[in-house]
């Protein structure tokens, strides 16, 4: 059929699917720049009132002036209505004395807005037209995933907008400067009036979205069943303590019955797309709150959307906008009731719910989510060493750790948002479970699987291969049982089949020059599931309710396997990316820092694991005064920085400013926290030094046997003489006594503690031998040995540094060889060569300064003997003793009458 003016256009030429897959990203872009926007005016706005600057201000700056604040207020007090500005006002001088810097400024800004009308009419339309045609439901998996999606970012943005304050002045003093004349009058453009309506987000999506209504009920009943077999055992009520993200526990343990070590885990799916096993619960709990949002009349009908509806509720009290923007669901609902005029009925009964599922979320749902994180870490450590010892076993069990990646990728974003947020009930303390101190050891096991993945694609691709082809087999089989499929669709089907009947065996496509390339299958399916989710064709197609459901299993599983191939990079990226990491947060004392850095700071920290709790509760600050355990996962923080780069892929195509920004952060956070890392080891290795020098110290020959007085260093004790007890001394330690020990567990000496934590940061440092980030390379040991030579160096300068004390050249040998036996011990537990750095730092103390200017050993003793042994020696105050073998001094002679 061809498109005309009367005719309306087929399914065919709508091309529904690649609408909505451009539509969809361009939204993600926009939402960038629109966070960016907000930013950079907070950033502006405080910058301003806390220290203005004289010579050079920041960008936006003039929003915040006091000589515009007149001009701004006369054109934003009609808003949108334009206001006519007579020539002889004297407050628009310095607009008109600026106007080119103004319009500069403000074009990039105003462009996003005005992309953001275009995206809102462009989506609204494309849903419109979506629900003319379609019938979807999450069995056409891909599909509805971006109209929800879509939805979820016209919501999203509308809301981001709003928080904007400062827009309408953008607007109107952009329309001023660059169209306006004085004294003259333009009419209203449909900007002005998407932006004066963006004070009420939700009231306009709810106009908006009207229409969709019944299509987002079909797609919610769908969404439901798939909930609930992703959050419950089941069990009916809300929550369940350990296996609340993971449908069932024999899910995450099938190495057990030995008759399921072989079968591949994605054939027992209960869901057609493979995909939806570890697809995201926060993306899935953001489409139902977005729907109930946007149509609350779907919860007056159906009692099972509503169920599902409540356990949302209580499992969360905030809404992630996009990346650290928040917003309180609770609130969000409560608004989203009232302004709704649809459910009069039940609208008290809905609040009701409401206000229930607010104190549960604030109160139960941090206990809830440690303990789902507590069973996260013992499943994927458990699996990690079962599939790092057999390998071969990742093709058959690789949506297992997909799934438990999933979930804890979920659980630390939970933790993002709720971590600073102020809960909806107000709480005497902070929620000690919002702490989660083993959250390195979470993401650890994260990053090694991913690790695992990329060292293995090869076993999962041959494995996939073959499974791709018996997947094939059955599409084929399905598509003869299919008399009615339409012509297109069966050519579409027919070009699938051949090319992966065409496709050679998993050993040759890995060793083949050509590698594989299924984006055009997957984009074919995603084309299908329009067509086959057509009004029409479901009367048809779907009417062969068997014939449906092999085709879509196959299909299904054929676009698995192909993902499995050639896009399992981005497959790890959907289910274990921790870029949002990179987003800084603001704590109690408005400081702003990575997140990233705080946690590595609290595993750093030195103190008492006994408080953790008390602090916890008795202060209002996140983290403050918790122990966090220091183990040799915390290298996993400055390995997450390579996931920054993630970001940048996504959002470089339409805010291409925050490529440099984003690469120069992470290049600064990673750098930041190997740093820390580093200097905690020398801090620990300096301890551990200190402690042997002063055991070295008590074998010297002054100190080793001391007379009379000072070698009787008693402690008070009994004896028993027949029926008295006599109290008697007995002489104190002697040296090397502090390593007998009557039991390893119960007497732990500062050593031992020192000894111990530096074990476990020194294995962080040699886990990895690199971490590439933005294309950069950092070596964790050679931040180690920079700062041991800065250390050594640094000990060395304090022995000779004090003009007061002399330590003599002996005592001197003691304390470095005693230094120098730790720091050679090192290489025991890293991987660095303790022979250069002696040799950097020895062959620098033989020249008369140091690399610093200072002063060294050779220059010390030079000094020393120079200036004040020889003149002795010269003066006849000191001979050599042959009986004491030293140089010893004479008293002084008496010359007499």
């Known amino acids: 059929m061809t498109m005309t003016g009367r005719e309306a256009p087929s399914i065919y030429e709508q091309k529904l699917g690649e609408r909505l897959i451009l539509l969809t990203n361009?939204?993600?872009?926009?939402?960038?720049?629109?966070?960016?926007?907000?930013?950079?005016?907070?950033?502006?706005?405080?910058k301003m009132k806390t220290n203005p600057p004289e010579n050079e201000q920041p960008s936006l700056a003039f929003l915040f002036d006091s000589q515009f604040d007149s001009a701004i207020k006369y054109l934003t007090r009609k808003f949108p209505q334009p206001s006519q500005v007579d020539q002889k006002n004297k407050d628009f001088n310095c607009v008109r004395d600026k106007a080119k810097y103004i319009q500069q400024e403000l074009e990039p800004y105003y462009h996003t807005m005005k992309d953001i009308h275009d995206f809102w009419k462009d989506g609204v339309s494309l849903i419109s037209s979506v629900?003319?045609?379609?019938?979807?439901?999450?069995?056409?998996?891909?599909?509805?995933?971006?109209?929800?999606?879509?939805i979820c970012t016209l919501f999203f943005s509308q809301m981001i907008l709003s928080k904007v304050d400062e827009r309408k002045s953008i607007i109107a003093l952009y329309s001023f400067v660059s169209r306006h004349e004085p004294g003259t009058t333009s009419e209203l453009t449909p900007l002005e009036h998407f932006i004066a309506e963006s004070s009420d987000p939700i009231g306009k999506t709810q106009n908006k979205f009207t229409a969709v209504e019944a299509l987002l009920r079909r797609i919610l009943v769908s969404l439901n069943t798939f909930y609930k077999a992703r959050t419950s055992t089941g069990a009916e009520e809300y929550f369940d303590s350990y296996n609340m993200v993971i449908r069932a526990p024999e899910i995450t343990e099938q190495f057990h019955p030995p008759s399921m070590m072989g079968m591949p885990q994605h054939r027992d799916n209960h869901f057609h797309a493979p995909e939806a096993a570890f697809l995201s619960l926060e993306s899935v709990e953001k489409w139902i709150c977005v729907i109930c949002i946007a149509c609350p009349k779907v919860l007056e009908d159906e009692k099972c959307v509503r169920e599902t509806w409540r356990k949302v509720l209580t499992r969360r009290y905030t809404l992630p906008l996009f990346r650290d923007i928040n917003e309180k669901l609770h609130e969000l609902m409560l608004k989203a009731l009232d302004t709704s005029g649809t459910i009069k009925d039940i609208k008290k009964t809905l609040e009701r719910d409401v206000k229930n599922a607010m104190t549960v979320a604030a109160n139960d749902a941090p206990t809830e989510h440690k303990k789902v994180r507590l069973y996260l870490r013992h499943s994927l450590r458990i699996n990690?060493?079962?599939?790092?010892?057999?390998?071969?076993?990742?093709?058959?069990?690789?949506?297992?750790?997909?799934?438990?990646?999933?979930?804890?990728?979920?659980?630390?974003?939970?933790?993002?948002?709720?971590?600073?947020?102020d809960p909806p009930v107000k709480r005497k303390e902070f929620h000690p479970d919002l702490i989660e101190?083993?959250?390195?050891?979470?993401?650890f096991h994260v990053e090694s699987f991913r690790l695992l993945f990329k060292k293995y694609s090869q076993v999962v691709t041959v494995f996939h291969v073959d499974e791709m082809k018996i997947y094939n087999q059955k599409l084929a089989e399905s598509i003869q049982q299919c008399p009615m499929l339409p012509q297109h669709e069966s050519t579409v089907f027919s070009d699938i089949i051949n090319k992966i009947q065409a496709l050679p065996s998993g050993s040759d496509l890995i060793n083949s020059d050509q590698p594989a390339d299924f984006q055009g299958v997957r984009l074919d399916w995603i084309r299908l599931q329009t067509y086959l989710g057509d009004k029409v064709s479901d009367k048809g197609f779907f009417g062969q309710a068997g014939v449906a459901e092999q085709v879509l299993d196959a299909?299904?599983?054929?676009?698995?396997?192909s993902k499995m191939i050639d896009f399992l990079d981005n497959v790890l990226n959907d289910v274990s990316d921790m870029s949002a990491l990179l987003s800084w947060e603001r704590n109690r004392k408005g400081s702003y820092e990575p997140i990233l850095r705080t946690w590595l700071a609290n595993c750093l920290a030195d103190s008492p694991a006994g408080t953790a709790l008390e602090a916890a509760q008795g202060s209002q600050t996140p983290g403050a005064a918790v122990s966090f355990?220091?183990?040799?996962?915390?290298?996993?923080?400055?390995?997450?920085?390579?996931?920054?780069?993630?970001?940048?892929?996504?959002v470089a195509e339409y805010l291409p400013s925050e490529r440099d920004r984003i690469g120069e952060q992470s290049l600064a956070t990673c750098n930041l926290l190997l740093e820390e890392i580093s200097k905690k080891a020398c801090s620990l290795i300096s301890d551990v030094c200190k402690l042997h020098q002063e055991q070295n110290k008590q074998l010297m020959p002054k100190n080793a046997c001391q007379p009379g007085p000072a070698l009787a260093q008693t402690q008070p004790g009994t004896i028993r003489r027949g029926k008295i007890q006599v109290p008697?001394?007995?002489p104190s330690a002697a040296p090397g006594s502090e390593s007998e020990r009557e039991r390893r567990d119960v007497t732990v000496t500062k050593l031992d503690q020192k000894m111990s934590l530096l074990t476990e940061i020194l294995a962080a440092i040699n886990h990895c031998d690199q971490i590439i980030v933005n294309r950069y390379s950092f070596s964790p040991r050679e931040y180690l040995m920079f700062s041991l030579e800065k250390e050594f160096m640094g000990q060395i300068r304090d022995m000779v540094s004090n003009p007061d004390v002399r330590v003599k050249p002996s005592e001197m040998l003691a304390q470095l060889q005693a230094t120098m036996s730790v720091m050679q011990n090192l290489e025991n537990y890293v991987n660095v060569d303790m022979t250069r750095l002696f040799n950097t730092v020895l062959m620098q103390h033989s020249l008369p300064l140091d690399a610093e200017g200072k002063v060294t050993i050779a220059q010390y003793y030079s000094k020393h003997y120079i200036m004040g042994?020889?003149?002795?020696?010269?003066?006849?105050?000191?001979?050599?003793?042959?009986?004491?073998?030293?140089?010893?001094?004479?008293?002084?002679?008496?010359?007499?009458?």
Request: with cysteine.
């Open 437 to 443: 101190p083993n959250v390195a050891e979470l993401l």
């Open 26 to 46: 361009h939204g993600r872009g926009l939402l960038a720049r629109l966070a960016h926007l907000k930013k950079m005016l907070l950033w502006t706005k405080d």
């Open 555 to 561: 299909m299904c599983g054929i676009v698995w396997c």
């Open 629 to 650: 355990p220091l183990t040799k996962e915390l290298i996993v923080f400055p390995m997450l920085c390579s996931h920054f780069t993630n970001t940048i892929s996504n």
């Open 384 to 421: 990690y060493l079962i599939l790092s010892d057999v390998p071969g076993l990742l093709g058959l069990k690789v949506m297992l750790p997909l799934m438990l990646m999933s979930a804890a990728r979920d659980e630390i974003h939970w933790l993002l948002h709720h971590y600073n947020a």
């Open 869 to 897: 042994f020889m003149p002795s020696i010269s003066e006849h105050t000191a001979v050599y003793s042959d009986h004491f073998k030293c140089f010893i001094s004479l008293p002084p002679v008496n010359p007499g009458p």
């Open 131 to 150: 629900q003319a045609v379609l019938l979807l439901d999450f069995k056409l998996h891909d599909v509805t995933t971006y109209f929800l999606e879509l």
């Open 728 to 730: 008697t001394e007995r």
